[in-house]
């Protein structure tokens, strides 16, 4: 079956300096990929998506990176803020018609001063 | 221009009473998926509505049951409440069953005692 998984419950960043967030997951027909955030006692905010015929993709101060051979996306924060602090999940829709998303377990982001 | 909505935000229930959780979709969206998050979790996909029937059902009991109204609104039912049902319930409304556009609510806390 199909299963998503995140590297590290938490991180730990430095304002200023940039977060690395892990996903893997394990279906190879997966062709799309979402980052949510989500800050305490909020629901999950759409942050970046990517398709599978892409590598990388940016947006503000944020990157995905997929890598497809080892089934492996990444976020990546740039200059990380306090109000970056949250919990960040990748989520994959499943390849049937109707694209229910799988998330995985989470990492939380602390952003120290 | 509303974003999803749910109601009630917290709520208290004792063990084996019932509970009605409800959605509002994004203005212009059709379809309801609810989820499950416990803490500390990621959310897990409990079930999705499109053109008020019920189209797919993630691994939960029969207690577990939901309603789309005409207007594209949503209900979760929940019967005979656990300990285990105590979670943040999450509403993601998308056009025409895509998940690639979900957009979440704020979540109900449910908690049971």
């Known amino acids: 079956g199909e299963s998503v998984g995140l590297h590290l419950p938490t991180l730990s960043v430095q304002e200023g300096d940039n977060s690395i967030i892990n996903c893997a997951y394990s279906?190879?027909?997966?062709?799309?990929f979402i980052w949510y955030k989500q800050e305490s006692g909020k629901g999950p905010q759409f942050i970046i998506d990517?398709?599978?015929?892409?590598d990388k993709r940016q947006g503000q101060r944020v990157t995905v990176l997929l890598n497809k051979t080892v089934k492996h996306l990444s976020l990546q924060i740039a200059a990380t803020q306090p109000g970056d602090s949250a919990v960040y999940f990748c989520?994959?829709?499943?390849?049937?018609?109707?694209?229910?998303?799988?998330f995985g377990a989470g990492t939380q982001v602390v952003v120290t001063p | 221009d509303a974003g999803v909505t749910q109601s009630p935000t917290h709520l208290i229930k004792t063990r084996g009473q019932q509970v009605t959780l409800r959605c509002s979709p994004k203005?212009?969206?059709?379809?309801v998926s609810w989820y499950q998050q416990a803490l500390g979790q990621g959310p897990q996909f409990i079930f999705q509505?499109?053109?008020?029937?019920?189209?797919q059902r993630g691994n939960f009991p029969d207690r577990f049951s939901g309603h789309q109204f005409p207007n594209y609104s949503s209900e979760l039912n929940v019967n005979a409440l656990l300990l285990g049902d105590s979670a943040l319930y999450l509403c993601?409304?998308?056009?025409?069953?895509?998940?690639?556009?979900?957009?979440f609510g704020q979540g109900t806390r449910l908690t049971v005692v």
């Open positions: 993601a409304s998308s056009l025409r069953r895509v998940n690639t556009e979900a957009f």
């Open positions: 279906n190879s027909a997966s062709d799309y």
């Open positions: 990517i398709r599978s015929n892409m």
């Open positions: 989520a994959v829709p499943t390849t049937d018609s109707w694209g229910k998303l799988q």
């Open positions: 203005s212009g969206h059709d379809t």
């Open positions: 509505y499109y053109e008020e029937e019920e189209r």
